[in-house]
């Protein structure tokens, strides 16, 4: 038996370790490589964002999906959740499955552990599930709170303070919907038309191909598609919406000329293409917050009472101030509070690992495409070697 | 052990369960795939009966004494006779009244489905990527035109059609790989950082 015989009898287990090992490798030693970010996932992270910090706007997540596929939706839920209460988006929630409901629960929570000011009823709403989708597409573009009634934890809608300034489409102006199918042309086929909602949809890799035509046509605003889809928004979201200023003090929500004053930065496609907000989306570990001279007088200059403390931190590297938060003992921490030690650490640009896991998996997914395209040719080339040898013979 | 550790023991004992299934066919796999059609239909079925049957049936007729649900609940009941032989055509009636919506999709489905993608389909050619759409368009629909042979200078140009279609294909085979190997990397991710995380 030559090599090509042998290629095309090769027993398909080794293929499944050579797969798997090409997924694993990759998962338990991350490096940072680029990934570039896509006109649909761009242009519904700029919708998501200019309803930030708007009383009078809101937008609804539609869970419909179970376990399933939560490889591939779960990380666009979290990145999406993420940016919205980063940036102060109003957020509803529902699912038309019941599989959905504690996936809600758990998208919602797991964010939330980051962000101990958000409250639910407040900031967030969940519906949990709603039987009869077709009516409550409907029943919602004329009133919210009369057609859901109760949220989740069966407090009556209309006494929340979340619901304030939100009666139906034309305030819950934007709907993204998540699922292994083409569930969110419910919304393209019955709300666009009749209330001009903006749908988006954030689907499995599997179905992206079926909704390009709508983004085409402009009846999707945007859409996340698979696991690349999530790690472009959760990069979207490390360098604008989780962007700090070291010299802007963030505690202060109101400025001198009664603008509000949100944590983040604006989506700018300059920012995106400058190398330097390469180092902003970094998934290995971050520990050193840099400044530079102006940073660092400004950002000391909020936290006078700890200004000995952090010049004790302080070493410079290249020109730049720098402050490794591994250096803080928990004695230190205890003294400069809670406050000052989380700004320290978002100013290391670190992200959280559940902040990150679509732009891990991304590494896998790449060593594993490069893999099953050596197979795809080592294969042919073996069939057709075989096939010109036997027509010889 | 905490409950998290502990869950998440079960859930990667199961997850080797079913991956052993690349291996071959064994009692684990058996016990994994049937433990879970079991657990999905009981879970679906009391789930459906807390949140739907409860407050939108239950509450809503005896407790608010909304008394018009009792007809939709009626027409639900009948759906039960399927499993009669002699009184399955009572659960018809619900079928013919949920005809409703096929109604009500057909000509919103018509406006999105087929005439803002046409009319977007008719836009000015001010892009290249414009002209491909629409070359692709009437190529892929002339090469469903079966009333005129796919021969000489038509043939080919239908022939273009073939292409495009064999490009989405393509397009379509990739993203399923893509969504496949997701699938995997999600579970390794799970195996590799919760479970053995919380057991380092």
Redesign the interface.
Known sequence: MNLFERMQKLDRRWIYIVVALAIIIPLMIPYDSDNVTTPPTENLYQMIDSFAGREDRAILMSFYHDAATMPELFPMEVAILRHAFERNVKVFALTWSPAGAPIIEFAINTVKEEFPDIQSGVHYCNFGYKPQAFAMILGMGDNIANTMNTDAEGRKLENLPIMKGINNYSEMNLVVEFSGSVAGMSWVTYARPKFGLNVAVGVTAVMAADLYPYLQSGQLIGMLSGLKGAAEYEKLVDIFAAYRDPMIDYSITVDEDGNKILPGRPFGREILNDESSLALSKITTQTKAKFTADQYAAFTAKYPEHLTLLNSLRSDEEGLAVIDVTQITPDMRDQMGEVLFRELNQLTRNTLYKFKVARIGMNAQSVAHIMIIVFIIMGNVGYFIQKARGAKD | MSFELFSNLVGAFFTLCIFSF??KDNPFYQAAEQLLVGI?LG??LV??YE??FIP?VYQAIVIKHDFILIIPAIMGFLLLFRFSRSLSWLSRYFIAFSMI?VG??VP??M???IL??M??AMVPIETFNLFL?LLGTVAVLLYFFFSKAHSGIYGKFVNVGKWYMMI?FG??FG?????R?????????FL??DVFGLIK
Not at chain 2, 181 to 189: D, M, P
Request: proline content about 0%; glycine content about 12%.
């Open positions: 690349l291996y999905s879970y679906g789930f459906t949140r739907v939108y919506m009500a999709g919103m489905g406006h999105a489905s803002v993608q009319r977007q759409i989405g397009a379509s993203l399923t790989v893509m969504a190997i997701s699938l995997l990397i999600g579970r390794i991710q590799v950082n």
